[in-house]
């Protein structure tokens, strides 16, 4: 409970189209997901819209799984529990040859990153069934 002020859901897209059909089970039938624009401005000028699922803002990430049979396809919680970790090394590789009638040269820079959970008590995995 102490985390779900901070909380926010993590889904993919086809996991999201799913929960935005979601209504509450009152007389009201209302739906959970809501979709509002925000006063902050995206790119040219216009507005970011925010979505919302119960109050607490989604983000989208295409390589969570996709809803089936015990699947765990929505996280909610407090993500600073998550740790980013950048390597220390960068590797550049020149590529003089490959365009070499045109005189350009491809440079390509490759950099490891990882990440992990280090206090997982700060969230969820929701357990879904089709």
Same mark, same amino acid.
């Given at each position: 409970?102490? *985390?779900?002020?901070? +909380?926010?859901?993590?889904?993919? !897209?086809?996991?999201?189209?799913?929960?935005?059909?979601?209504?509450? %089970? %009152?007389?009201? +039938?209302?739906y959970?997901?809501?979709?509002?624009?925000s006063?902050? &401005?995206? %790119?040219?000028s216009?507005?970011? @819209?925010?979505?919302?699922? /119960? %109050?607490?803002?989604?983000?989208? $990430?295409? &390589?969570?799984?996709? /809803?089936?049979?015990?699947?765990?396809? @929505?996280?909610?919680g $407090? &993500? !600073?529990? *998550?740790? @980013?970790?950048?390597?220390?090394?960068? !590797?550049? #590789?020149?590529? !003089?040859?490959?365009?070499?009638?045109?005189? @350009?040269?491809?440079? /390509?820079? =490759?950099?490891?990153?990882?990440?992990?959970?280090?206090?997982?008590? =700060?969230?969820?995995? #929701?357990?879904?069934?089709?």
């Open positions: 409970a102490q *985390y779900r002020r901070s +909380g926010k859901f993590v889904m993919n !897209s086809s996991t999201a189209k799913v929960a935005r059909k979601l209504k509450d %089970g %009152g007389s009201s +039938g209302r959970l997901w809501d979709s509002m624009q006063p902050n &401005f995206g %790119g040219l216009s507005p970011v @819209i925010q979505d919302s699922l /119960l %109050g607490a803002p989604v983000a989208y $990430d295409e &390589f969570m799984p996709d /809803l089936g049979a015990n699947a765990y396809p @929505i996280l909610f $407090d &993500f !600073s529990g *998550y740790c @980013i970790v950048d390597r220390v090394g960068l !590797s550049i #590789q020149r590529l !003089s040859e490959l365009y070499a009638e045109t005189n @350009i040269t491809l440079l /390509l820079a =490759r950099k490891r990153v990882g990440g992990d959970i280090i206090q997982p008590w =700060r969230m969820k995995a #929701q357990k879904c069934s089709t």
